[in-house]
């Protein structure tokens, strides 16, 4: 019963990190604008993503425009959108692949082929993990050596958006929901053998036939 509970627990958060994965991606809000003049007062705020670009106001009115065209892209963002998408579609795959293998479910007789499902989806949330962290450590290393750049004017540095923090979230609800459901898996490969059938042995009688009970 603990091992299965801990297995929910490491699906639950693999669920959690996959939603949250598809936040990050949506999210305008990847690069912000770097407010470091001496002159605090500013009319608007511009949020760069993976997908498009946004310009709030100083009034709070919002005017967001997709980009053009994606060949035009940096490599940055180009990257993020293909991972992102990769991690979205494998995380529905870990998802449906650990639903099928899990101890709750009767999909599939228990036995070592059951547990070695469990573990291909935590594997697969673990995978989905490692990468959904290149795009957003990419983008955090331009961030940071933009800012510290002063070959950059003040007006085009960055700030690291909220995507990135949920983005890096979602990563680690991924690797420690992955780990549990591996973890819980293997030990429990041993316990879920099928079980062994024993028959009774065959005794001759005295006219020698075989008793009829044996058979029974």
Known sequence: MTSA??????????????????LACGLPMWQVSAFIDV?????????????????VQSTGQMQCKVYDSILALPAERQAGRALTVIVALLGLVALMVTVVGAQCTNCIRPGKLKSLIVIAGGAIYILCGVLV???????????????????????QKKEMGAALYIGWAATALLLFGGCLICCCSC???????????????????SNGDYDKKNYV
């Open 187 to 205: 030990s429990q490969r041993d316990d879920t053998s099928f079980p062994v059938k024993y028959s009774a042995p065959r005794r001759p009688t």
């Open 39 to 55: 002159n605090i007062v500013v009319a608007q705020t511009i949020w760069e993503g993976l997908w498009m670009s946004c310009v």
């Open 133 to 155: 962290l290149i795009p957003l450590c990419w983008f955090a290393n331009i961030v940071i050596s933009d800012f510290y750049d002063p070959s950059v004017p003040p007006s």
């Open 5 to 22: 509970a801990v297995e929910i627990l490491g699906l639950g958060l693999g669920i959690l990190g996959w939603v949250g994965v598809i």
